[in-house]
């Protein structure tokens, strides 16, 4: 059984259209997150969701919009996409907000402007 | 900002060997934790080691911590093809316990 699961997995498209990366956990987790990876393997985190309630909200253009209908789940809406958003998304949750809980994450989804 | 930062960037052995992996952070933290990501798919924790321990096991994999160096390493004794990966630490820095912040990573190629 998947964990953390994300759709789609891989998502091409064109520069100027809307996207949205859907996320769901079946672990009984409060907490569920959105990374970016870049090219470099560089991750870095975008929101976080703590029982519906958004509770991170890094410096990320306003184009992006997460929405929690649930916790467990977490949707990713990408407006206008842009060449610089090409990269690999990732859906986590984890227990709770304390920190010293591992996060469990997707598969990631591949996210491909052309 | 990037919290960790992994060295080696990438290391490549032979099965069998070891390999040990570092990283440095900046600020002072409560944990550390390691995960990996192998090829195409979302990472995986590894371990966690707390702020007031040098030295955690689990496994072939070691972890130690020097606080007053910001330092941790990662060794994987008797390595294995299948431990080809990336792997990163990462730290939820004091007041901000929630949020990880991952460093670049290692890629360690394992060779059979």
């Known amino acids: 059984d998947t964990a953390v699961s994300q759709t789609p997995k891989y998502l091409v498209t064109q520069m100027g259209n809307d996207k949205s990366i859907k996320c769901e956990q079946n672990?009984?987790?409060?907490?569920m997150y959105w990374y970016k990876q870049d090219s470099k393997k560089f991750l870095k985190i975008m929101f976080s969701?703590?029982?519906?309630?958004?509770?991170i909200n890094e410096t990320v253009p306003n184009r992006f919009s997460p929405k929690s209908p649930d916790k467990a789940h977490l949707n990713l809406h990408i407006n206008s996409l842009e060449l610089g958003d090409s990269a690999v998304y990732f859906c986590a949750s984890s227990p709770g907000t304390a920190g010293n809980q591992p996060q469990h994450f997707g598969d990631g989804t591949r996210l491909s402007i052309l | 900002s990037q919290q960790g930062e992994e060295d080696p960037q990438a290391l490549s052995i032979q099965e069998g060997e070891n390999a040990t992996m570092n990283c440095s952070y900046k600020t002072s933290i409560n944990n550390l934790q390691w995960y990996r990501q192998n090829s195409g798919r979302g990472l995986v924790h590894l371990i966690l080691?707390?702020?007031?321990?040098r030295e955690k096991h689990s496994g072939r994999l070691r972890v130690t911590l020097d606080t007053s160096k910001k330092s941790s390493s990662l060794l994987i004794t008797a390595s294995r093809a299948a431990d080809t990966a990336s792997y990163f630490c990462?730290?939820?820095?004091?007041?901000?316990?929630?949020?990880?912040?991952f460093g670049k990573g290692t890629l360690l190629t394992v060779n059979p």
């Open positions: 990462a730290t939820p820095p004091i007041g901000s316990n929630y949020k990880l912040t």
């Open positions: 080691i707390r702020s007031n321990e």
């Open positions: 672990l009984g987790h409060d907490t």
């Open positions: 969701y703590n029982n519906k309630e958004l509770i």
